[in-house]
T-cell receptor, first 112, second 113 residues
Framework: DAKTTQPNSMESNEEEPVHLPCNHS???????IHWYRQLPSQGPEYVIH???SNVNNRMASLAIAEDRKSSTLILHRATLRDAAVYYC?????????????FGAGTRLTVKP | NAGVTQTPKFQVLKTGQSMTLQCAQD?????MSWYRQDPGMGLRLIHY???????DQGEVPNGYNVSRSTTEDFPLRLLSAAPSQTSVYFC????????????FGEGSRLTVL
């Protein structure tokens, strides 16, 4: 199974951009990169996913390195509500395991 | 929109007792999975299913059984509860394939005494 590596924790100031890194050096060509976050006392929620090209949605942007061995989740203006654990996950195709393994994630602290 | 529904939300068991955590989804998702989350830790995959009649083991399957007789339901059975199984359990579902977004239930908090 392809694995990801994330820093245990990061801090940010409110209203500043946040770049959350993820390394996935063993990624295969058909694996998608998914990001989820878990707010305190809640279940995880989907943030964004991508394959090769950078992706944007209303929550965040995903920047994927050209060799796909790393990616960065970008929160353009952090708010206190963005304080959460952020998980970077690789999802294999249906004909492989297709499961999603979360790992420990990065705990983001946002300071006012 | 019900989404993913887990029951019960809270349960206390004695060591050796058995129980079933229920999970149902109304989105016609092929993929369903169970995770456990211990305090201060990330989620660990217990079992998953890519369709009715198909189940597979995740990272920590010992002590748990699953079955998938319908698309909608994916119950998790604890065969003989142990204190080490005290945790919060999350059920999730998605379309199969590599792009499906996982939808999570609200979680079931289980305490084994």
């Amino acid at each position: 199974d392809a694995k990801t590596t994330q820093p245990n924790s990061m801090e940010s100031n409110e209203e500043e951009p946040v770049h959350l890194p993820c390394n996935h050096s063993t990624i295969s060509g058909t694996d998608y990169i998914h990001w989820y976050r878990q707010l305190p006392s809640q279940g995880p929620e989907y943030v964004i996913h991508g394959l090769t090209s950078n992706v944007n949605n209303r929550m965040a942007s995903l920047a994927i390195a050209e060799d796909r061995k790393s990616s960065t989740l970008i929160l353009h203006r952090a708010t206190l509500r963005d304080a959460a654990v952020y998980y970077c996950i690789l999802r294999e195709p249906f004909y492989n395991n297709n499961d999603m393994r979360f790992g420990a994630g990065t705990r983001l602290t946002v300071k006012p | 929109n019900a989404g993913v529904t887990q029951t019960p939300k809270f349960q206390v068991l004695k060591t050796g007792q058995s129980m079933t955590l229920q999970c149902a989804q109304d989105m016609n998702h092929e993929y369903m999975s169970w995770y456990r989350q211990d305090p201060g830790m990330g989620l660990r995959l217990i079992h998953y299913s890519v369709g009715a009649g198909i189940t597979d083991q995740g990272e920590v399957p010992n002590g748990y059984n699953v079955s998938r007789s319908t698309t909608e339901d994916f119950p998790l059975r604890l065969l003989s509860a142990a204190p080490s199984q005290t945790s919060v359990y999350f059920c999730a579902s998605s379309t199969s394939g590599t792009t499906g977004e996982l939808f999570f239930g609200e979680g079931s908090r289980l305490t084994v005494l």
